[in-house]
């Protein structure tokens, strides 16, 4: 399995700005997808999910602000964000979600890093 996330880069905060994620070696169809990120010195959460069905969901910190989407046809997820603001600043990557521990399922890809700048 491989995931492969890209889009990430230098914004200043109140800008918008799209992540993809590709997923390879999976049924990706079958799998609740999410978006992870870790802040610089922090550990790796749980900031967007989406459902097989398209049910999502989202933490609260980026709640209203940021929008997880898929396109089964071309096995990628994507992430939305707008407003963004400095506290947003992390690597960000993508994964299946194990639903009752909101883990990760496979083998973490390299991320891709955003940083915000006020």
């Known amino acids: 399995v491989q995931l492969q996330a890209s889009g990430g880069g230098l914004v200043q905060s109140g800008r918008s700005l799209r992540l993809s994620c590709v997923a390879s070696?999976?049924?990706?169809?079958?799998?609740?997808m999410g978006w992870y990120r870790q802040p610089p010195g922090k550990q790796r959460e749980l900031v967007a999910s989406?459902?097989?069905?398209?049910?999502?969901n989202y933490a609260d910190s980026v709640k209203g602000r940021f929008t997880i989407s898929r396109d089964n046809a071309k096995n990628t997820v994507y992430l939305q964000m707008n407003s963004l603001k400095p506290e947003d600043t992390a690597v960000y990557y993508c994964?299946?979600?194990?639903?009752?521990?909101?883990?990760?399922?496979?083998?973490w890809g390299q991320g891709t890093k955003l940083t915000v700048s006020s």
């Open positions: 070696g999976v049924i990706f169809s079958i799998n609740t």
């Open positions: 989406i459902t097989s069905g398209s049910s999502t």
């Open positions: 994964n299946a979600v194990r639903l009752r521990s909101s883990a990760g399922i496979y083998s």
